[in-house]
């Protein structure tokens, strides 16, 4: 079993859709991030929720919003897409105490999701 | 958050140790030292941490230098499927609750 799930895997659509991707994960942990990895490779934290609640959001468009439904899904909904939106979108899950971290704790990736934007 | 320095590539043969090194000079006290490494077309996963003892495991081991300005990932015999993008991160003890990815270190390995 995947840990952490993302789909779409690739999604292309065209300027000013809007479009989701999903998360899932089904190791226990109450922390869940979306990260961006742009066309030059460079990894970026978006967000992070610890048991439903938004802890990180890290100065990102109003145009993106997640939605944690429960502590095993993490959804990433995007308004009126841009070009500049095309990137590999990562999924990822800890299990944290809150404020507080264990830093031993590993962070789980998925599998990436590929966003064209044409 | 304290910032990391790698070579942007490095290339071992197989079968052959590989040393990889990070400095983070502005490293703080309640830093750790987290590795991950990202193989092509799929997520980071997780390689090794440690605070300020050297760290072994299944997959590596964490060399860290006295003063903790730098540290080096060890891979004792590198294969083809170690060939990755190799992140030296650091994270806070107490609220480092993300992961601050650099360039890392792009690690080709020959056959």
């Known amino acids: 079993d995947t840990a952490v799930s993302q789909t779409p895997k690739y999604l292309v659509t065209q300027m000013g859709n809007d479009k989701s991707i999903k998360c899932e994960q089904n190791l226990g942990h109450d922390t869940m991030y979306w990260y961006k990895q742009d066309s030059k490779k460079f990894l970026k934290i978006m967000f992070s929720?610890?048991?439903?609640?938004?802890?990180i959001n890290e100065t990102v468009p109003n145009r993106f919003s997640p939605k944690s439904p429960d502590k095993a899904h993490l959804n990433l909904h995007i308004n009126s897409l841009e070009l500049g939106d095309s990137a590999v979108y990562f999924c990822?899950?800890?299990?944290?105490?809150?404020?507080?971290?264990?830093?031993?704790?590993?962070?789980?990736f998925g599998e990436g999701s590929w966003l064209t934007v044409v | 958050d304290a910032k990391t320095t790698q070579p942007n590539s490095m290339e071992s043969n197989e079968e052959e140790p590989v040393h990889l090194p990070c400095n983070h000079s502005t490293i703080s006290g309640t830093d750790y030292i987290h590795w991950y490494r990202q193989l092509p077309s799929q997520g980071p996963e997780y390689v090794i941490h440690g605070l300020t003892s050297n760290v072994n495991n299944r997959m590596a081991s964490l060399a860290i230098a006295e003063d903790r300005k730098s540290s080096t990932l060890i891979l004792h015999r590198a294969t083809l499927r170690d060939a990755a993008v190799y992140y030296c991160i650091l994270r806070d003890g107490l609220y480092g609750n993300k992961l601050v990815f650099g360039a890392g270190t792009i690690l080709r390995v020959k056959s």
């Open positions: 990822a899950s800890s299990q944290e105490r809150g404020w507080v971290v264990s830093t031993g704790n590993t962070i789980y």
């Open positions: 929720y610890n048991n439903k609640e938004l802890i």
